[in-house]
């Protein structure tokens, strides 16, 4: 039925659209004879649709579809790689496949079951399968399939890998803070009521709107066509959206660097103000990223840790001070809780960890929590223990899983760490030989040309990228394009954004369900938007 619509549908507005099929030096690449059909031409039309309303189009789209459940696309590591590893003893003391072999695809890194665990990846302390943050989604696309404006889940990096079909279009804003405020402004102004009514409109991920509005209000855009084969990896905070130029399969997983810490702190105070469950304790993860200091190879990210532990630790006991002298009674001694565990995150610790989020803010109580004799099940994390309820402070009680001591101890641990790394890189900065066997190892095997890059360049040479626009962007750092395997090698490209004339046109609204979305007419703005 939906091949049959597209067909229609192709008929009706690309009446003289012909496909031929060549392959050349291995290289399979379609060659429109007409031009209507372009990637260019459909660009034009898919923002045309969205500002213009010069079409009404239903699209169909298998977005979060969990790989645990019906299958990954890549195949699963046999030495215990993944998040719920399949060992075979057998294999656990072989040497590293070679590249192009069947295991080397199981078990390298690239994998996109494998890497949220690399030895590098702070996710891989978590243990229990989180669907589309530790364990892949996939997506089956069609023509403007779109996924809308968002970031990812705590501020994590994202890796999205395209298996086979058409194009995907996609649109990035760089992760700074100011260019994230910025497009959070520029929604803002744009849709005052809607988010008015709905604060955290943009962690729906519903709604679409043009590069445009965002250059005009001073927002830098980037946009890259990703093709079958292709990596796209988005780093901390970075707002992305885009569509399919057609039918295709993705898929796509979360991972974070040490340096991903204060983008995580900072997506753990964005959740509280918009009582947001995360989907993770960032507390719980920062406690145990300190109880694997032997990780922590450079001085910068580890100060980083320590920054967050600093200010962690001093708000808890600051503010456990302050309610024991409001008359909140310390009940620790009497109440015997469960020690809080360090090592990793599983699913026992995951679950008990759902039953004391705060009542007002949805913060998992990692460290302590506010109780009251009024309630069997409600807690509150130390700011808000005032919304819990109207009783009296005599009848609220602290209940403490880490102790002042503890939580004293891991800080000193940590900046004694970070010291030590300080004086370390000092040293090295000073011209010192002090380099490990194993950075010196490391960087002997990073080989000078990534495999695929080469083949990259050929492919895309002679791609055209539509000119409607009178500003040009250059691809950030936080936005980048990879081809294949396996270092990372950017592939920076003048970028123009498209442009639309009419500007008081009605604009379509884009409805959406599991199974279609439907355009149809909104207010005059270059948003669409997809209904939860």
Known sequence: MAIKTGKDWRDKHYPNHQVQKNVKDGISSNHFQDSSMSLEKLEKDYWDIVSLRTKEVTVEYGNDVDTSEFGSGFPYSERGRCVEPKKEPKNENLPEPKFGTKDYYKETWWNLNNIPCAPDSILRHVRVGVTGINVPWLYFGCLFATFCWHNEDNYLYSINYHHRGAPKQWYGVPGTKKDADGLERVFRAQLSMKMRDVPDLLHHITTMLSPKLLQNGGVPVCKLTQYAGEFVVTFPRSFHSGFSYGPNVGEAVNFACHDWIAY?????????????????????????????????????????????IQRVVAEELSRRKKLIQAGVRDVSDRILLPKNRHDQLDEDSANYDDKRLCHACKHICFFSAVACECSQSKVSCLRHSHYMCRCSTERKYLMVWSSDDEMKKTLDEVTAFCKALEVKAQLMAEGSNLVSIEEETSNKAITPIAPGATRDKVAHMNEKILDVSKGFFHVPESFLRFRDEPQLVPSLQTIPLSTNQNQGAKRPLLTHDTSSSTIGSCEPTEVIELLD
């Open 264 to 308: 995580g702190a900072d997506a753990n105070e964005r959740y509280r103000t918009f009582a947001r469950p995360a989907v993770f304790s960032h507390d719980r993860l920062t406690f145990t990223m300190a109880n694997h200091l032997q990780e922590q190879k450079k001085f910068s990210t580890c100060k980083l840790l320590l920054d967050e």
